[in-house]
């Protein structure tokens, strides 16, 4: 059968779309492999939203050139943001590449890997590629026995609002809303497919609205929490601006939505905002997390925040220091600015990057300080969690995930997939509390996140107390 190698680089958003090319791969007849030496066609989805990620996918592209030199039959295609940045001159620096699809093209990727497939026979070899030294990028959308229990459905592409420091508008277009239909069929869908847990994503999943009646971001979580069968409900990324009343008393109503809300910030300073072009003050920030923790008590406030971006004094890092530690984020996601091209930002004095550098450390310290304290909370209580799989780093003890996105491990004993498959929701009794996430014994199980779980005693034999 003839093989499809997908790897991704980016967001949600990208992962979403390497979803869709796993879909239509499959259906025209693809296996989804793990090791693209095994493929007949390579797909690099690309992110161009910082520089390392550009970096990345070339070297990626030069990478996979012994692939093609091995076996010239080999489809390599690359798609994305890089992808849709790059068309007119992707394929001069990498000439071995046979197709660019942009970000607005994955139907006709779909249709290209139908047209190619029947060029693969079914037991096409070659002893030259066998002999090709393994390559180290990671597969995406193979399916293994914990796929299927969360999904992505995509509600909007592109982004309208033109942050001065991000590509986004310029290689995914203006904001694209799909009809709710269509959403609510793809969540019925996937809940039908044995999804426990569905993530909506979008550029600006808060700016949402439906195409043919206008209906906004929050009366869709409404009807897409109303569905029968769905367990968890959970979305990323909003903006500010767009932090309503009206979504913030819904997402307090829904018992079913998960209590983690994702808000970036990107600075602590009036001025570095208004540099971005954000659209709101420091101040309005606050006064948004204020309406939201009032309606939604407990959940966990995340965010993400760019240090030295161009123009940002001292004073100005300073006060997203201050702002850090007066708002106590759960999770924080925190960059170095990385110049794109084609964006306003890239073209004003850039701040050195050692000071930047430094900054970031000096973030990062008092950001996980907040994690910390966090996940220290959860210690001596139990949390109910749905599987990821084994761990990483530890095959022998389980991950799983909270519904406020905190990882926690637990050893697995002699329980196999096929017990964590049918009972998905594991109840930890928290030991230890680390910044990325806790530690604990296995106490329960249970087949649905509200059902009563069948307790579970296993006798612990290893330190519980390292990390994923």
Same mark, same amino acid.
């Given at each position: ?10 967001? &949600? ?33 690309? #992110? ?26 080999? $489809?390599?295609?690359? #798609?994305?943001?890089?992808?849709? &940045? ?47 030294? =393994? ?5 995406? #959308? ?13 509600? &909007?592409?592109? #982004? ?57 971001? =929050? ?126 930002? =890239? ?10 550098? &430094? ?37 022998? $003890? ?48 249970? $087949? ?21």
């Amino acid at each position: 059968m003839a093989g499809i190698y997908i790897e991704t680089f980016g967001c &949600q958003m990208n992962e979403a779309d390497s979803q869709y090319i796993a879909d239509r791969a499959t259906a025209a007849g693809y296996a989804i492999v793990a090791e693209p030496r095994e493929a007949s066609v390579v797909v690099l989805n690309t #992110c161009t939203v910082r520089d390392n990620a550009e970096r990345r996918a070339y070297g990626r592209m030069q990478h996979f050139r012994a692939l093609k030199r091995a076996d010239p039959s080999l $489809k390599l295609v690359v #798609c994305g943001c890089l992808a849709e &940045q790059d068309r007119d001159t992707m394929q001069l620096v990498a000439p071995h590449v046979d197709a660019v699809f942009g970000t607005s093209e994955l139907v006709r990727l779909g249709d290209a890997l139908a047209s190619w497939r029947p060029q693969f026979a079914d037991d096409e070899s070659s002893e030259e590629r066998a002999l090709t030294a =393994a390559f180290g990028g990671t597969a995406d #959308c193979i399916v293994d026995r914990f796929s299927h229990l969360r999904a992505f459905v995509t509600v &909007q592409r592109g #982004c309208s609002y033109y942050c001065t420091f991000c590509i986004v508008p310029h290689v995914r277009g203006r904001f694209d809303h799909r009809p709710s239909a269509e959403i609510l069929d793809e969540v019925r869908l996937a809940l039908s497919s044995g999804a426990r847990e569905i993530m909506l994503v979008g550029q600006t999943v808060n700016a949402y609205k439906d195409p043919a009646s206008g209906a906004d971001f =929050a009366g869709l979580l409404e009807t897409v929490a109303g569905l029968e069968g769905l367990e968890r409900l959970t979305f990323v990324t909003s903006h500010p601006k767009d932090c309503t009343d009206r979504l913030a008393h819904a997402m307090g109503r829904l018992p079913n939505l998960n209590p983690r809300f994702h808000l970036p910030v990107q600075s602590g300073a009036n001025s570095v905002l208004r540099r971005m072009n954000r659209k709101y003050t420091v101040e309005a920030y606050l006064e948004r997390i204020a309406v939201f923790r009032e309606q939604c008590p407990g959940w966990a406030l995340t965010t993400d925040l760019i240090v030295g971006f161009p123009g940002e004094t001292d004073d100005d890092f300073e006060q997203t220091l201050r702002l850090c530690e007066r708002v106590k984020f759960a999770q924080a996601f925190m960059f170095v600015y990385s110049p794109r091209r084609g964006t306003p930002a =890239a073209l004003w004095e850039q701040v050195p990057s050692e000071v930047a550098t &430094q900054r970031l450390r000096r973030l990062i310290a008092t950001v996980d300080g907040g994690v910390r304290a966090y996940h220290q909370a959860k210690v001596g209580t139990t949390v109910r969690a749905l599987v990821q799989g084994p761990s990483r780093k530890d095959p022998s $003890k389980i991950a799983a995930r909270t519904v406020d996105n905190v990882t926690v491990v637990a050893y697995a004993g002699e329980l196999d997939e096929d017990s964590f498959v049918a009972a998905p929701w594991i109840d930890v009794a928290v030991d230890d509390a680390r910044v990325w996430g806790c530690s604990g014994r296995l106490v329960g199980m249970s $087949k649905g996140f509200a059902g009563e779980a069948t307790a579970v005693h296993i006798k612990e034999t290893v330190d519980l107390l390292g990390v994923i």
